[in-house]
Protein backbone atom coordinates (compact mmCIF):
# COMPACT_ATOMS: atom_id res chain seq x y z
CA UNK A 1 0.00 0.00 0.00
CA UNK A 2 1.13 3.23 -0.99
CA UNK A 3 2.18 5.47 2.28
CA UNK A 4 0.10 8.13 0.61
CA UNK A 5 -2.90 6.03 0.81
CA UNK A 6 -2.40 4.92 4.08
CA UNK A 7 -2.07 8.08 5.07
CA UNK A 8 -5.28 9.75 3.76
CA UNK A 9 -7.53 6.65 4.11
CA UNK A 10 -6.31 3.72 6.50
CA UNK A 11 -5.21 6.17 9.06
CA UNK A 12 -8.46 7.58 9.49
CA UNK A 13 -10.05 4.29 10.92
CA UNK A 14 -7.62 3.44 13.21
CA UNK A 15 -8.98 4.25 16.99
CA UNK A 16 -8.17 7.65 18.73
CA UNK A 17 -5.65 7.45 21.24
CA UNK A 18 -7.77 9.94 23.35
CA UNK A 19 -8.76 13.47 24.15
CA UNK A 20 -6.46 15.45 26.34
CA UNK A 21 -9.22 16.91 28.39
CA UNK A 22 -7.12 18.55 30.94
CA UNK A 23 -4.00 19.18 28.67
CA UNK A 24 -1.79 20.29 31.44
CA UNK A 25 -2.62 17.79 34.16
CA UNK A 26 0.37 15.89 33.70
CA UNK A 27 -0.34 13.43 36.38
CA UNK A 28 -3.13 12.67 34.76
CA UNK A 29 -3.54 9.61 32.54
CA UNK A 30 -4.94 10.93 29.49
CA UNK A 31 -4.81 8.03 26.98
CA UNK A 32 -6.27 4.80 26.86
CA UNK A 33 -3.24 2.06 25.93
CA UNK A 34 -4.81 1.45 22.74
CA UNK A 35 -1.71 1.59 21.21
CA UNK A 36 0.14 -1.58 23.14
CA UNK A 37 3.00 -4.04 22.26
CA UNK A 38 -0.98 -6.46 21.27
CA UNK A 39 -1.43 -3.72 18.81
CA UNK A 40 1.68 -4.30 16.83
CA UNK A 41 1.73 -7.30 14.71
CA UNK A 42 3.52 -5.91 11.51
CA UNK A 43 5.15 -3.69 9.76
CA UNK A 44 1.63 -2.17 8.54
CA UNK A 45 0.34 -1.77 11.91
CA UNK A 46 3.70 0.24 13.13
CA UNK A 47 2.88 2.48 9.81
CA UNK A 48 -0.62 3.43 10.82
CA UNK A 49 0.50 3.82 14.33
CA UNK A 50 3.62 5.97 13.58
CA UNK A 51 1.33 8.17 11.21
CA UNK A 52 -2.13 8.66 13.15
CA UNK A 53 -0.71 12.05 15.19
CA UNK A 54 -0.26 13.13 11.64
CA UNK A 55 -3.80 13.39 10.73
CA UNK A 56 -4.58 15.24 13.87
CA UNK A 57 -1.60 17.57 13.03
CA UNK A 58 -3.94 18.32 9.79
CA UNK A 59 -6.91 19.04 11.61
CA UNK A 60 -5.78 21.38 14.06
CA UNK A 61 -4.19 24.06 11.62
CA UNK A 62 -8.25 25.66 11.35
CA UNK A 63 -8.02 26.52 14.70
CA UNK A 64 -4.25 27.89 14.33
CA UNK A 65 -5.36 29.76 11.54
CA UNK A 66 -7.63 31.52 13.60
CA UNK A 67 -5.39 33.15 16.16
CA UNK A 68 -3.01 33.76 13.42
CA UNK A 69 -4.72 35.54 11.15
CA UNK A 70 -7.68 37.32 13.27
CA UNK A 71 -5.41 39.00 15.43
CA UNK A 72 -3.40 40.59 12.67
CA UNK A 73 -3.54 42.85 9.64
CA UNK A 74 -4.67 41.08 7.15
CA UNK A 75 -7.73 38.88 7.27
CA UNK A 76 -11.14 39.68 8.86
CA UNK A 77 -13.90 38.37 10.87
CA UNK A 78 -16.44 41.73 10.80
CA UNK A 79 -20.19 41.01 11.14
CA UNK A 80 -22.40 40.94 8.01
CA UNK A 81 -25.86 41.79 7.73
CA UNK A 82 -26.34 39.80 11.44
CA UNK A 83 -23.83 36.64 10.61
CA UNK A 84 -20.38 36.11 12.39
CA UNK A 85 -20.99 38.83 15.19
CA UNK A 86 -20.87 35.56 17.32
CA UNK A 87 -20.98 37.46 20.29
CA UNK A 88 -18.25 39.27 19.78
CA UNK A 89 -15.62 36.32 19.58
CA UNK A 90 -13.80 37.49 16.53
CA UNK A 91 -13.73 41.09 18.38
CA UNK A 92 -12.00 39.98 21.22
CA UNK A 93 -8.99 38.73 18.56
CA UNK A 94 -9.26 41.89 16.15
CA UNK A 95 -9.12 44.26 18.99
CA UNK A 96 -6.54 42.35 21.08
CA UNK A 97 -8.92 42.39 23.71
CA UNK A 98 -9.21 38.79 24.67
CA UNK A 99 -9.34 36.63 28.09
CA UNK A 100 -8.39 33.35 29.53
CA UNK A 101 -11.57 31.81 28.70
CA UNK A 102 -11.08 32.17 24.77
CA UNK A 103 -12.31 29.01 23.25
CA UNK A 104 -9.76 30.06 20.12
CA UNK A 105 -6.79 30.24 22.63
CA UNK A 106 -8.37 26.70 24.37
CA UNK A 107 -8.38 25.20 21.21
CA UNK A 108 -4.63 25.89 20.10
CA UNK A 109 -3.37 24.74 23.64
CA UNK A 110 -5.49 21.77 23.34
CA UNK A 111 -4.87 20.41 20.04
CA UNK A 112 -1.26 21.17 20.00
CA UNK A 113 -1.06 19.09 23.18
CA UNK A 114 -3.44 16.35 22.00
CA UNK A 115 -0.53 16.39 19.43
CA UNK A 116 1.94 15.84 21.82
CA UNK A 117 1.02 12.94 23.63
CA UNK A 118 -0.50 11.14 20.90
CA UNK A 119 3.45 11.36 19.24
CA UNK A 120 4.62 10.43 22.71
CA UNK A 121 2.39 7.31 22.60
CA UNK A 122 4.16 6.53 19.37
CA UNK A 123 7.46 7.06 20.06
CA UNK A 124 7.15 5.32 23.82
CA UNK A 125 5.46 1.85 22.12
CA UNK A 126 8.22 2.53 19.06
CA UNK A 127 11.12 2.65 21.36
CA UNK A 128 10.10 -0.44 22.67
CA UNK A 129 9.72 -2.98 19.68
CA UNK A 130 12.50 -4.98 18.10
CA UNK A 131 12.79 -4.16 14.56
CA UNK A 132 13.76 -7.50 13.00
CA UNK A 133 10.45 -9.06 14.52
CA UNK A 134 8.99 -6.85 11.67
CA UNK A 135 11.16 -7.44 8.95
CA UNK A 136 12.55 -4.04 9.74
CA UNK A 137 16.00 -2.35 10.05
CA UNK A 138 17.16 -0.54 12.64
CA UNK A 139 16.84 2.12 10.63
CA UNK A 140 13.64 2.17 8.84
CA UNK A 141 12.38 2.25 12.71
CA UNK A 142 14.72 5.38 13.64
CA UNK A 143 12.93 7.12 10.94
CA UNK A 144 9.43 6.13 12.31
CA UNK A 145 10.23 7.48 15.70
CA UNK A 146 12.20 10.76 14.20
CA UNK A 147 8.26 11.23 12.30
CA UNK A 148 6.56 11.84 15.44
CA UNK A 149 9.48 13.62 17.28
CA UNK A 150 10.02 16.18 14.21
CA UNK A 151 6.16 16.21 14.59
CA UNK A 152 6.21 16.73 18.10
CA UNK A 153 8.87 19.76 17.64
CA UNK A 154 6.56 21.26 15.19
CA UNK A 155 3.39 21.62 17.96
CA UNK A 156 6.29 22.70 20.89
CA UNK A 157 7.44 25.24 17.84
CA UNK A 158 3.58 26.46 17.98
CA UNK A 159 3.11 26.67 21.91
CA UNK A 160 6.16 28.28 22.20
CA UNK A 161 5.38 31.12 19.90
CA UNK A 162 1.68 31.30 21.13
CA UNK A 163 2.40 30.74 24.90
CA UNK A 164 5.97 30.77 25.22
CA UNK A 165 5.43 29.34 29.09
CA UNK A 166 3.84 25.48 29.23
CA UNK A 167 4.78 22.45 30.29
CA UNK A 168 7.17 19.63 28.44
CA UNK A 169 5.44 16.05 27.81
CA UNK A 170 7.95 14.15 26.49
CA UNK A 171 6.50 10.43 27.44
CA UNK A 172 3.40 8.78 29.05
CA UNK A 173 5.55 7.88 31.62
CA UNK A 174 4.52 11.21 33.62
CA UNK A 175 7.41 10.57 36.17
CA UNK A 176 9.74 11.85 32.87
CA UNK A 177 7.61 15.25 32.16
CA UNK A 178 8.08 18.93 33.96
CA UNK A 179 5.99 19.81 36.84
CA UNK A 180 4.45 22.85 35.68
CA UNK A 181 6.02 25.25 32.90
CA UNK A 182 9.75 25.07 32.07
CA UNK A 183 10.91 28.08 30.78
CA UNK A 184 11.26 29.68 26.67
CA UNK A 185 14.95 28.80 27.04
CA UNK A 186 14.32 24.95 27.89
CA UNK A 187 11.37 24.41 25.41
CA UNK A 188 14.17 25.92 22.65
CA UNK A 189 16.82 23.77 23.50
CA UNK A 190 14.52 20.29 23.77
CA UNK A 191 12.93 21.48 20.62
CA UNK A 192 17.04 22.30 18.73
CA UNK A 193 18.10 19.22 19.79
CA UNK A 194 15.01 16.91 18.78
CA UNK A 195 15.29 18.55 15.57
CA UNK A 196 18.95 17.97 14.78
CA UNK A 197 18.96 14.61 16.46
CA UNK A 198 15.42 14.11 13.66
CA UNK A 199 18.01 15.03 11.18
CA UNK A 200 19.99 12.42 10.98
CA UNK A 201 17.37 9.75 11.29
CA UNK A 202 15.04 11.17 8.59
CA UNK A 203 15.11 10.30 4.96
CA UNK A 204 16.51 13.07 2.49
CA UNK A 205 14.15 13.59 -0.29
CA UNK A 206 14.57 11.26 -3.33
CA UNK A 207 14.67 12.36 -6.87
CA UNK A 208 13.28 15.88 -8.79
CA UNK A 209 9.36 14.84 -9.39
CA UNK A 210 8.37 16.06 -6.28
CA UNK A 211 7.32 14.65 -2.79
CA UNK A 212 5.30 11.73 -4.39
CA UNK A 213 4.32 8.82 -2.30
CA UNK A 214 6.62 10.31 0.57
CA UNK A 215 3.74 13.63 0.70
CA UNK A 216 3.12 13.60 4.25
CA UNK A 217 6.34 12.40 5.81
CA UNK A 218 9.15 14.55 7.59
CA UNK A 219 12.52 14.56 5.36
CA UNK A 220 15.53 15.93 6.48
CA UNK A 221 14.72 19.30 4.75
CA UNK A 222 11.70 19.63 6.88
CA UNK A 223 13.06 19.37 9.83
CA UNK A 224 16.11 21.90 9.04
CA UNK A 225 12.93 23.97 7.83
CA UNK A 226 11.46 23.65 11.38
CA UNK A 227 15.06 24.95 12.44
CA UNK A 228 15.28 28.15 10.31
CA UNK A 229 11.39 28.79 12.08
CA UNK A 230 12.83 28.80 15.39
CA UNK A 231 15.93 30.61 14.72
CA UNK A 232 14.25 32.87 13.25
CA UNK A 233 11.93 33.94 16.09
CA UNK A 234 14.75 33.46 18.56
CA UNK A 235 15.45 37.02 19.57
CA UNK A 236 11.44 36.91 20.31
CA UNK A 237 11.20 33.89 21.74
CA UNK A 238 14.05 33.61 24.10
CA UNK A 239 15.75 37.06 23.80
CA UNK A 240 18.93 36.12 21.89
CA UNK A 241 19.42 36.17 18.16
CA UNK A 242 20.21 33.20 16.31
CA UNK A 243 20.37 34.58 12.65
CA UNK A 244 23.11 32.99 12.17
CA UNK A 245 22.02 29.71 13.12
CA UNK A 246 18.82 30.29 10.79
CA UNK A 247 21.09 31.53 7.71
CA UNK A 248 23.00 28.45 7.89
CA UNK A 249 20.17 25.98 8.08
CA UNK A 250 18.34 27.65 5.62
CA UNK A 251 21.27 27.80 2.87
CA UNK A 252 22.07 24.03 3.46
CA UNK A 253 18.36 23.36 2.22
CA UNK A 254 18.93 25.74 -0.77
CA UNK A 255 22.49 24.13 -1.67
CA UNK A 256 20.44 20.76 -1.72
CA UNK A 257 22.19 19.22 1.41
CA UNK A 258 18.99 17.66 1.86
CA UNK A 259 17.37 16.61 -1.51
CA UNK A 260 16.79 18.15 -4.52
CA UNK A 261 14.26 21.49 -3.79
CA UNK A 262 13.26 24.19 -6.35
CA UNK A 263 10.79 27.10 -6.71
CA UNK A 264 7.66 26.04 -8.71
CA UNK A 265 7.08 27.77 -12.05
CA UNK A 266 4.17 29.80 -11.29
CA UNK A 267 2.78 30.92 -7.65
CA UNK A 268 0.01 28.49 -7.57
CA UNK A 269 1.72 25.36 -9.09
CA UNK A 270 2.61 25.03 -4.82
CA UNK A 271 -1.15 25.01 -3.91
CA UNK A 272 -2.67 23.16 -6.66
CA UNK A 273 -4.18 19.76 -6.76
CA UNK A 274 -0.83 18.14 -8.50
CA UNK A 275 1.48 19.47 -5.76
CA UNK A 276 2.71 16.33 -4.28
CA UNK A 277 4.57 16.38 -7.60
CA UNK A 278 6.08 20.01 -6.80
CA UNK A 279 9.49 20.46 -5.68
CA UNK A 280 9.13 23.43 -4.19
CA UNK A 281 6.89 21.49 -1.11
CA UNK A 282 9.16 20.66 1.57
CA UNK A 283 6.45 19.30 4.29
CA UNK A 284 2.46 19.06 3.32
CA UNK A 285 -0.57 17.17 4.52
CA UNK A 286 -1.63 14.94 1.88
CA UNK A 287 -5.57 15.46 1.30
CA UNK A 288 -7.74 13.98 -1.02
CA UNK A 289 -11.48 14.38 -1.89
CA UNK A 290 -13.65 12.17 0.32
CA UNK A 291 -10.70 11.31 3.01
CA UNK A 292 -8.94 13.67 4.67
CA UNK A 293 -9.00 17.58 3.38
CA UNK A 294 -9.05 19.90 6.42
CA UNK A 295 -7.76 22.97 4.67
CA UNK A 296 -10.90 23.10 2.61
CA UNK A 297 -13.05 22.55 5.95
CA UNK A 298 -14.24 25.83 7.83
CA UNK A 299 -11.93 27.97 9.36
CA UNK A 300 -9.33 27.76 6.61
CA UNK A 301 -9.99 28.26 3.10
CA UNK A 302 -13.35 27.05 2.65
CA UNK A 303 -14.88 29.79 4.69
CA UNK A 304 -12.79 32.56 3.08
CA UNK A 305 -15.21 32.77 -0.32
CA UNK A 306 -19.21 34.40 -0.23
CA UNK A 307 -22.06 31.94 0.68
CA UNK A 308 -23.20 31.17 -2.81
CA UNK A 309 -19.88 31.48 -4.66
CA UNK A 310 -20.56 28.09 -5.37
CA UNK A 311 -22.59 29.19 -8.26
CA UNK A 312 -19.78 30.95 -9.46
CA UNK A 313 -17.64 28.12 -8.93
CA UNK A 314 -19.54 25.31 -10.21
CA UNK A 315 -19.18 23.08 -6.71
CA UNK A 316 -22.79 22.40 -5.54
CA UNK A 317 -21.60 18.52 -4.28
CA UNK A 318 -18.58 19.40 -1.68
CA UNK A 319 -20.35 21.17 0.62
CA UNK A 320 -21.48 25.02 1.88
CA UNK A 321 -19.38 27.97 1.64
CA UNK A 322 -19.61 30.73 4.19
CA UNK A 323 -17.91 34.47 4.56
CA UNK A 324 -15.97 34.18 7.42
CA UNK A 325 -12.69 35.58 5.90
CA UNK A 326 -11.70 38.48 4.13
CA UNK A 327 -9.40 41.11 3.54
CA UNK A 328 -9.06 44.04 5.60
CA UNK A 329 -9.54 47.14 3.57
CA UNK A 330 -7.22 49.70 1.82
CA UNK A 331 -10.03 52.63 1.13
CA UNK A 332 -12.32 54.29 3.79
CA UNK A 333 -15.76 54.96 2.50
CA UNK A 334 -14.72 58.08 1.18
CA UNK A 335 -12.81 56.21 -1.41
CA UNK A 336 -9.38 57.18 0.55
CA UNK A 337 -6.88 54.86 0.83
CA UNK A 338 -5.84 54.50 5.05
CA UNK A 339 -2.94 56.08 6.14
CA UNK A 340 -1.69 53.92 8.37
CA UNK A 341 1.30 51.92 7.41
CA UNK A 342 0.01 47.81 8.07
CA UNK A 343 -3.12 45.92 6.63
CA UNK A 344 -4.39 47.53 3.24
CA UNK A 345 -3.58 44.30 1.42
CA UNK A 346 -5.27 44.52 -2.02
CA UNK A 347 -3.38 48.28 -2.13
CA UNK A 348 0.25 46.88 -1.63
CA UNK A 349 -0.50 44.14 -4.33
CA UNK A 350 -1.73 46.66 -6.33
CA UNK A 351 1.61 48.41 -6.04
CA UNK A 352 2.73 46.24 -8.48
CA UNK A 353 -0.16 46.07 -10.94
CA UNK A 354 0.53 43.31 -13.29
CA UNK A 355 0.82 40.73 -10.15
CA UNK A 356 -0.48 37.62 -12.10
CA UNK A 357 -2.44 36.90 -8.84
CA UNK A 358 -4.32 39.96 -9.06
CA UNK A 359 -6.31 38.45 -11.78
CA UNK A 360 -9.51 37.71 -10.60
CA UNK A 361 -10.12 34.06 -9.76
CA UNK A 362 -11.86 31.74 -11.86
CA UNK A 363 -12.02 27.79 -12.95
CA UNK A 364 -10.81 27.24 -17.02
CA UNK A 365 -11.96 24.15 -16.75
CA UNK A 366 -9.72 20.26 -16.39
CA UNK A 367 -8.56 21.17 -13.06
CA UNK A 368 -7.01 24.22 -14.27
CA UNK A 369 -7.42 27.92 -12.88
CA UNK A 370 -6.20 31.54 -12.69
CA UNK A 371 -6.23 34.36 -10.49
CA UNK A 372 -6.33 34.62 -7.22
CA UNK A 373 -8.80 37.14 -5.77
CA UNK A 374 -12.89 37.38 -5.71
CA UNK A 375 -13.75 41.07 -5.83
CA UNK A 376 -16.53 43.23 -8.58
CA UNK A 377 -19.25 40.91 -9.05
CA UNK A 378 -19.35 37.76 -9.58
CA UNK A 379 -21.32 35.86 -12.79
CA UNK A 380 -22.38 32.93 -13.42
CA UNK A 381 -24.62 31.10 -15.98
CA UNK A 382 -27.48 29.47 -14.73
CA UNK A 383 -28.93 26.46 -15.89
CA UNK A 384 -31.35 27.72 -18.00
CA UNK A 385 -28.92 29.44 -19.91
CA UNK A 386 -29.22 32.95 -18.33
CA UNK A 387 -26.70 34.91 -16.78
CA UNK A 388 -26.63 35.72 -13.40
CA UNK A 389 -24.72 37.15 -10.14
CA UNK A 390 -23.67 35.58 -7.06
CA UNK A 391 -26.02 37.08 -4.36
CA UNK A 392 -26.08 37.44 -0.90
CA UNK A 393 -27.62 35.34 1.92
CA UNK A 394 -29.07 37.78 3.40
CA UNK A 395 -31.69 40.17 1.26
CA UNK A 396 -30.95 38.28 -2.16
CA UNK A 397 -29.03 41.35 -3.31
CA UNK A 398 -26.16 40.92 -6.03
CA UNK A 399 -23.14 41.28 -4.31
CA UNK A 400 -20.26 43.33 -5.81
CA UNK A 401 -16.96 43.00 -3.31
CA UNK A 402 -14.70 46.13 -3.00
CA UNK A 403 -11.95 46.99 -0.96
CA UNK A 404 -14.13 48.77 1.50
CA UNK A 405 -15.83 47.39 4.69
CA UNK A 406 -19.65 48.97 5.35
CA UNK A 407 -23.17 48.80 4.57
CA UNK A 408 -23.89 48.33 0.49
CA UNK A 409 -26.45 46.38 -0.02
CA UNK A 410 -28.00 46.79 -3.71
CA UNK A 411 -25.96 50.48 -4.31
CA UNK A 412 -24.00 50.42 -7.45
CA UNK A 413 -20.33 50.31 -8.04
CA UNK A 414 -19.81 53.96 -7.79
CA UNK A 415 -22.44 54.46 -4.86
CA UNK A 416 -21.50 54.75 -1.53
CA UNK A 417 -23.93 54.63 1.71
CA UNK A 418 -24.36 57.61 3.47
CA UNK A 419 -23.13 55.99 6.65
CA UNK A 420 -19.47 56.17 6.13
CA UNK A 421 -18.64 53.94 9.60
CA UNK A 422 -15.98 51.30 8.84
CA UNK A 423 -15.63 48.82 11.46
CA UNK A 424 -16.17 45.39 12.89
CA UNK A 425 -20.05 45.76 13.27
CA UNK A 426 -20.50 47.46 10.18
CA UNK A 427 -19.80 44.93 7.47
CA UNK A 428 -22.13 43.41 4.76
CA UNK A 429 -21.60 40.61 2.93
CA UNK A 430 -20.21 43.13 -0.03
CA UNK A 431 -17.39 44.27 1.80
CA UNK A 432 -13.87 42.98 1.45
CA UNK A 433 -12.47 41.04 -1.36
CA UNK A 434 -11.90 37.31 -1.13
CA UNK A 435 -9.07 34.89 -1.62
CA UNK A 436 -8.64 31.27 -3.56
CA UNK A 437 -4.91 30.22 -2.61
CA UNK A 438 -5.81 26.60 -2.68
CA UNK A 439 -8.38 25.99 -6.23
CA UNK A 440 -11.82 25.19 -5.69
CA UNK A 441 -12.83 23.68 -8.33
CA UNK A 442 -15.54 22.36 -9.90
CA UNK A 443 -17.76 19.31 -9.08
CA UNK A 444 -16.83 17.93 -12.45
CA UNK A 445 -12.89 18.45 -12.42
CA UNK A 446 -10.69 15.63 -11.10
CA UNK A 447 -8.66 18.07 -9.64
CA UNK A 448 -11.48 18.86 -6.80
CA UNK A 449 -10.04 19.14 -3.21
CA UNK A 450 -6.78 17.15 -3.87
CA UNK A 451 -4.70 19.64 -3.50
CA UNK A 452 -2.23 18.88 -0.23
CA UNK A 453 -1.74 21.67 2.38
CA UNK A 454 1.72 23.11 2.25
CA UNK A 455 2.98 23.73 5.55
CA UNK A 456 6.81 24.19 4.43
CA UNK A 457 7.27 25.41 1.09
CA UNK A 458 10.71 26.54 -0.16
CA UNK A 459 10.14 30.15 -0.67
CA UNK A 460 9.65 30.29 3.20
CA UNK A 461 13.64 29.18 3.30
CA UNK A 462 14.09 32.07 0.55
CA UNK A 463 12.52 34.47 2.96
CA UNK A 464 13.74 33.74 5.99
CA UNK A 465 17.24 33.65 4.26
CA UNK A 466 16.80 37.40 2.96
CA UNK A 467 15.24 38.34 6.27
CA UNK A 468 18.93 36.91 8.32
CA UNK A 469 20.36 39.02 5.22
CA UNK A 470 18.74 42.14 5.57
CA UNK A 471 19.11 42.41 9.51
CA UNK A 472 22.61 41.98 8.83
CA UNK A 473 23.19 45.06 6.55
CA UNK A 474 23.18 42.42 3.59
CA UNK A 475 20.14 44.44 1.32
CA UNK A 476 21.35 43.49 -1.59
CA UNK A 477 21.91 39.87 -1.09
CA UNK A 478 18.58 39.99 0.54
CA UNK A 479 16.80 41.55 -2.29
CA UNK A 480 18.35 38.75 -5.10
CA UNK A 481 16.66 36.08 -2.75
CA UNK A 482 13.17 37.83 -2.72
CA UNK A 483 13.63 38.22 -6.31
CA UNK A 484 14.29 34.54 -7.16
CA UNK A 485 10.87 34.25 -5.55
CA UNK A 486 9.14 37.75 -6.83
CA UNK A 487 10.29 37.10 -10.72
CA UNK A 488 6.88 34.53 -11.07
CA UNK A 489 4.64 36.60 -10.09
CA UNK A 490 4.86 39.22 -12.48
CA UNK A 491 5.68 39.40 -16.32
CA UNK A 492 9.21 39.53 -17.76
CA UNK A 493 8.67 42.82 -19.17
CA UNK A 494 7.99 44.46 -15.84
CA UNK A 495 10.71 43.33 -14.02
CA UNK A 496 12.80 46.18 -14.38
CA UNK A 497 9.96 48.20 -12.56
CA UNK A 498 8.96 45.99 -10.22
CA UNK A 499 12.24 43.81 -8.66
CA UNK A 500 14.45 44.96 -5.87
CA UNK A 501 17.56 46.77 -6.35
CA UNK A 502 20.19 45.86 -7.82
CA UNK A 503 18.27 43.59 -9.71
CA UNK A 504 15.53 46.19 -10.29
CA UNK A 505 14.30 49.71 -9.72
CA UNK A 506 12.11 49.04 -6.31
CA UNK A 507 14.27 50.12 -2.92
CA UNK A 508 13.98 47.20 -0.43
CA UNK A 509 13.39 48.79 3.15
CA UNK A 510 12.40 47.47 6.08
CA UNK A 511 8.63 48.30 5.52
CA UNK A 512 8.40 46.90 2.24
CA UNK A 513 10.54 43.70 3.48
CA UNK A 514 7.40 43.03 6.06
CA UNK A 515 5.00 44.05 3.12
CA UNK A 516 6.41 41.65 0.65
CA UNK A 517 6.38 38.65 3.29
CA UNK A 518 2.66 39.40 4.09
CA UNK A 519 2.25 39.56 0.21
CA UNK A 520 4.11 35.98 -0.53
CA UNK A 521 2.48 34.15 2.51
CA UNK A 522 -0.83 35.90 2.50
CA UNK A 523 -3.69 33.89 4.70
CA UNK A 524 -0.97 30.72 5.33
CA UNK A 525 -1.21 31.32 9.16
CA UNK A 526 1.97 32.98 10.07
CA UNK A 527 0.83 36.69 9.77
CA UNK A 528 0.70 36.99 13.93
CA UNK A 529 4.09 35.39 13.97
CA UNK A 530 5.99 37.60 11.42
CA UNK A 531 4.47 40.98 13.20
CA UNK A 532 5.73 39.78 16.74
CA UNK A 533 8.84 39.26 14.80
CA UNK A 534 9.43 42.82 13.88
CA UNK A 535 8.25 44.43 16.90
CA UNK A 536 4.97 46.06 15.13
CA UNK A 537 2.01 43.60 16.45
CA UNK A 538 1.26 45.61 19.78
CA UNK A 539 2.71 48.80 18.27
CA UNK A 540 0.84 49.65 15.26
CA UNK A 541 -2.20 50.68 14.12
CA UNK A 542 -3.84 48.70 11.23
CA UNK A 543 -7.68 48.55 10.41
CA UNK A 544 -10.31 49.23 13.16
CA UNK A 545 -7.74 48.47 15.16
CA UNK A 546 -5.39 50.55 17.50
CA UNK A 547 -2.35 49.90 19.28
CA UNK A 548 -2.10 48.34 22.66
CA UNK A 549 -1.49 49.85 25.82
CA UNK A 550 1.89 47.44 26.41
CA UNK A 551 3.03 44.55 24.89
CA UNK A 552 1.73 41.60 26.89
CA UNK A 553 -0.59 40.55 23.88
CA UNK A 554 2.23 39.31 22.16
CA UNK A 555 1.68 35.84 23.33
CA UNK A 556 -1.51 34.28 24.80
CA UNK A 557 -2.83 33.75 28.34
CA UNK A 558 -2.74 30.12 29.93
CA UNK A 559 -6.12 29.17 29.19
CA UNK A 560 -8.52 28.83 31.95
CA UNK A 561 -9.78 26.04 32.51
CA UNK A 562 -6.17 24.25 32.02
CA UNK A 563 -5.08 26.81 34.87
CA UNK A 564 -8.11 25.02 37.03
CA UNK A 565 -6.90 21.29 35.94
CA UNK A 566 -3.22 22.14 37.13
CA UNK A 567 -2.71 24.15 39.99
CA UNK A 568 1.25 23.75 39.27
CA UNK A 569 0.67 25.89 36.09
CA UNK A 570 1.36 30.43 36.45
CA UNK A 571 -1.15 32.57 34.41
CA UNK A 572 1.59 34.49 31.63
CA UNK A 573 1.78 38.14 32.80
CA UNK A 574 -0.69 40.79 32.34
CA UNK A 575 -3.30 38.55 32.49
CA UNK A 576 -5.80 37.10 35.62
Not at 212 to 217: K, L, N, S, V
Not at 323 to 330: R, V
Not at 490 to 508: F, H, M, N, R, S
Request: charge should be negative; proline fraction near 4%; glycine fraction near 6%.
Amino acid sequence: MKLKNILTSSLAGVLLLGSLSACTDLTETVYDQIMSTNYYNTKDDIIKATFRPFEHGFYSIGPRQVLQECCADQLGTWARDGWWYDNAKWQYLHYHTWAADNESIKSEWENCFTGIMQANSVIDDLQKLDPAKFNMSQAEMDNFIAQNKALRAWFYIRLLDAFRNVPLAVSLDQSKNSVGQVTPQELFNFIETELKTSIEALPAKNGNAGNGIAQGQWTKAGAAALLVRLYLNAEKWIGTSKYTECATYAQNILDGDYGFYELGKTWDEVFDWTNDRCNETIFAFPSSYGRSYWHYSGDTYWWAVPVNARFYFGAFKQGDFNTKYALQPSLDLNNNEYNFKLGKFVSKFKKYPKDYRLTMYRNLGNSTREGMFLYGYLPYTADDGTQKKVTSPVGGYEIYIRDQVGVFHELAPDQLPADRASNMNTGDHNSGWHFVKYPIYSDEDAGKREADYNEIRLAEIYYSLAECKFKANDVDGAARLLNTVRKRNYPQDTWAEYLYKPEGAVTLTQDELYDEWGREFLAEGRRRTDLIRWGLYCTEEWWDKKPDADSHWDIFPIPRDMMGADHTLEQNPGYN
